[in-house]
């Protein structure tokens, strides 16, 4: 049967890999609708190559140049946040949540409060809201698929959470992996950005140059798997072959292979429970000779530390963590402050924040948006030294 799908995020790294493997599997996969934030040039073209009923800006201003770029086809241009979320909300089979940051919270809240099934890439929609979403979705029958590679390794691997003795994600350890603090000092965007394993968005490299998308990540598995911190783990593994391990209460640890490349987890959550063949690179074993794996060192990465911190207090700590990490990072990219400032910057944020639950999407985005304003100031404070 045609499997319908929404994808918030289309022109992004994971909307794009989204979209190829949808473009393989025409009689499985429909395309409802496609959204982005301003690059309204390129969501016209995933409109019109996708076969896409609906385009969606989040930015008013792309409204026009989009109506027109789009014009003498049938594919209907909505523009603005209420037109993101009630595009969310239409009923279809599949949301693919591929926005990046706490932009995606909304629409994906939208999404699972009517029941439709989420594959998750946006990873910060769980990280600030992790209980309204998750209440969400049981509330309404809704599932969440995870696609962050590493979720949907421990989720290919998932038997029993009872039966679980522990959890462990594993890191690439990024590209700064060996440097110094005195050489990170000196790292420019454009050295952040060059993952060695992984293509990405700037902002999820920058995190995992920082160790801080680790850190997001335990939080993010805290909220998808029912798992405290205290089972809960990081192993560095520079290969990045491996992406989740599963240990049970008997000792088997089961983990979960495959090549670097996010076609594999994507294409898990778009065809669960069956699966779809595609055309990565097979992952040969005998070529790479060898899986290492060491301790994280929170020392030299300090954001790890700082977001298990965030995941062992809970309430609005993770949401101000991730708020303050997504402003130091906007202007580490831009060259404002340096990259060992962006944990400074969350530090001070979560120290000049004090700790409180949040219980609905209000609160969270008071909490996220006091967390911006006092990061915003930190970060134009060292700008200026
Ligand atoms: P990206 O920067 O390549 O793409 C982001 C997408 O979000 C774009 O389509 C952009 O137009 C859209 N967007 C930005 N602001 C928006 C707004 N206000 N409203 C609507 N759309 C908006 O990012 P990416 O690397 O594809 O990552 C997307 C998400 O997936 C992130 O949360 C990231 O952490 C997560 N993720 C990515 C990878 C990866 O390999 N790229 C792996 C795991 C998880
Ligand atoms: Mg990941």
Same mark, same amino acid.
């Given at each position: 049967m045609t499997r319908s799908i929404t994808l918030l995020g289309a022109t992004g790294s994971i909307g794009t890999s989204t979209l190829d493997l949808v473009a393989r599997n025409p009689e499985r996969f429909r395309v409802h609708a496609v959204a982005s934030g301003r690059d309204w040039a390129k969501l016209a073209d995933v409109a019109r190559a996708s076969g896409a009923r609906v385009a969606v800006i989040a930015d008013e201003a792309g409204y026009v140049p989009l109506r027109d770029a789009l014009a003498g086809s049938p594919i209907e241009v909505r523009a603005g946040e209420a037109a993101m979320v009630a595009t969310a909300a239409?009923?279809?089979?599949? !949301?693919?949540?591929?926005? !990046?940051?706490?932009?995606?919270l909304a629409p994906t809240l939208a999404a699972l409060e009517v029941g439709t099934t989420v594959a998750l890439a946006n990873k910060e929609a769980l990280i600030c809201a992790g209980d309204v979403m998750t209440a969400a979705a049981r509330r309404s029958g809704a599932r969440i698929l995870p696609v962050d590679s590493e979720h949907n390794a421990v989720f290919q691997v998932l038997e029993h959470v009872e039966r679980i003795s522990r959890i462990v994600l594993t890191a690439s350890g990024g590209p700064f992996r060996s440097l110094t603090r005195a050489e990170m000092a000196k790292v420019t965007p454009a050295e952040a950005v060059r993952h060695p394993n992984w293509s990405m968005g700037a902002k999820i490299s920058v995190d995992s140059a920082t160790l801080m998308n680790k850190g997001l990540e335990l939080i993010e598995a805290h909220h998808l798997f029912g798992v405290g911190a205290d089972r809960l783990g990081v192993l560095v593994h520079p290969q990045s072959l491996v992406h989740g391990l599963v240990e049970y209460v008997d000792g088997s640890v089961l983990a979960q292979l495959g090549p670097a490349d996010m076609r594999v987890p994507i294409a898990h959550a778009l065809a669960w429970p069956e699966r779809i063949p595609t055309p990565v690179k097979r992952l040969d074993l005998a070529a790479a000779a060898r899986l290492d794996f060491e301790e994280p060192d929170r020392e030299r990465f300090p954001a790890l530390a700082l977001a298990e911190a965030a995941l062992a207090a809970g309430g609005c700590r993770p949401c101000v963590l991730s708020a303050a990490n997504e402003v130091a990072v906007g202007a580490f990219l831009e060259d404002?402050?340096?990259?060992?400032e962006i944990a400074e910057v969350v530090a001070e944020t979560l120290d000049a924040l004090p700790a409180a639950p949040v219980a609905t999407l209000a609160e969270v985005a008071a909490a996220d948006a006091e967390a911006r304003a006092r990061a915003h100031s930190f970060a134009a404070h060292r700008a200026r030294r």
């Open positions: 239409e009923p279809v089979d599949l !949301v693919v949540a591929a926005i !990046v940051g706490a932009a995606g404002r402050i340096g990259f060992l």
